[in-house]
């Protein structure tokens, strides 16, 4: 075990492992210092040049990324010295990029704009005529669509198929000006993280064909939230925006940093989940498939517990968050219904891997467990009631509150989806997080919560 | 795969593999050998040279097209190779090279410093060396070919 020790950067006094790397102290304690090459996930491999800071007693500037920590060390981050060191490096990636910000998909989080504006702002001291050109649209496969031309090369995606998935499908190629990032003739890339090279690149090299044009990032809102794809729980963002004349929609998931459960990536079956999430959804109440009141509808169902007193199941989807799952407990006590929580459906040994996928395809799954629910099918036949569970049942009277549509029932409840709703979902390991709110429909279809509220009354 | 080594290849890897702490070592001999043996480096032999060396296919596959003398396609013409560095270029590299553009039946390229400054300027056509180049010298070096 490596000793604390002190050092100091820009006249402060920090605390830091003896030998660990430099710039994860700076990130830590968020002194600015750019860096293209450098992820946390993937290690030092100090080819941009761009994080130099200046080390009391060296003569030239050093690359933070591949500094280790010793004791004595005073570092300075900042300064005339080092802005021109920064700058000179920043001029050379920008000799060959084609600058095409306004078209660009990553403008407005991308390092390189971020660079430029702190240490570019010039007229360049390199005159280049014709600019080195590559390929501008590069289908790499899995959704990823690769820009040569403003690449800077940092290689991130290529560490990620080599360190992370070991599938190894990209590469730099060539060499000079003429390197660039490509996969092998005939061979996509083809593997279930693969999108998140997207996250990764630095710049708009690589950029996802899904979300690629359809919304320009700064009018997008991000909520903290929880993937539901599985019960691995992975921290994501829901990035959503609500244009003018249009209803707020989703736009986009992207991989939320945790340590404790997925790191810094989410699976492509997650990220792509959030359209699933929008398509196909239920907006009205139907009796019988024709459009009923609200009202009538909770006094219809009122009826039919009344009429079925004794002899009814209430269904409970693993995907619901707890507070929703303990008020329907509550409910069916009150009620006197038998609850059960089928998981069958969710067991899916093919979606398993050694990342981050599980085989419980449920958010909740945890949570259905450790409430000790029967997760039998409903063996009484008078009346279901089920809260969103996928499959089918029959009965004499079904009554279904659903998010999506598709369901057989007498009576059909829209209710809000995961993203109009906020809870608290146990993930396979037992660790309870919380996912919030992203989406306020124009006309939002009540919670699960809400409509117990109004039956109730 | 429709690739394989010749059974002298063959023996040639096993032997030089004894000289390398780690198979990964054995890359550019192998490439070197794929293209004396096909003329190009297809990439089948990538697959098998990333078998000999426990390299990923992508690593053999970036080597190859890091070096300029490795072609990854056919070739069907005579490849020249001319020496574009000083000492040939203050010899008179560039009317060598204009000649050699006119003709149809080989590909020039130019090179970096093939190492033969004393008998500037130089071209390199398969593994020899052409040196004290004139027009004429290239011309009949062409001819033999």
Known sequence: MNQNIEIIVDGQTYEAEENSLLIDLLIKHEIKVPYFCYHESLGADGNCRMCMVEIVGQKRPQIACDTLIKPGMEVHSKGEKIDTVRTNILELELINHPVDCPTCDQAGECSLQDFYMDYGLHTSKINVQEKVTHAKHVDLGANVMLDQERCVLCARCTRFTDKITHSHELGIIG??????????????????YAMNVVDLCPVGALTSKDFRFHQRVWFLKSAEAICQGCSTGCNI??????????????????????????????????????KALEENRQRQTLLEGQEIETDAACSHLKALVQQHQGNITVIIDANLYTEEITALLVYAETIKAEVTAPLEFYNDANFEDDLLKSAQCAANYQSVLDLNLSTQAPDKKGLIINFNYPEQFHADTVVSFNTHQGAQASLIFPIASYSENSGTLTNKDGLEQFSKKAVTKNSPSPTILEWLERLKQ | MSFTFTPENIKTIAKLKTRYPKPQALSLPCLWMAQYQEGFISIDAIDVIAEVTETPAMEIYRVATF?????????????????KTLSCKLCGSEEILAHLSKREDVLVEEVECLGSCGSAPVMQIDDLYYEDLTTQKVDAVLEQL
């Open chain 1, 237 to 274: 963002y829901i990035d959503h925006n609500k244009p003018k004349y249009r209803d707020d929609t989703v736009y986009r998931f992207r991989p939320r940093r945790n340590d404790a459960v997925n790191g810094f990536f989410i699976c492509d079956d997650g990220r792509l989940s959030y």
């Open chain 2, 67 to 83: 070096y300029s003398m490795f072609h990854l396609q056919p070739i069907t013409k005579k490849r020249v190779m001319v020496c």
């Open chain 1, 175 to 192: 060499r000079g000006d003429d390197a660039r990032v490509s996969t092998m003739p005939g061979r996509p890339l083809s593997n279930p």
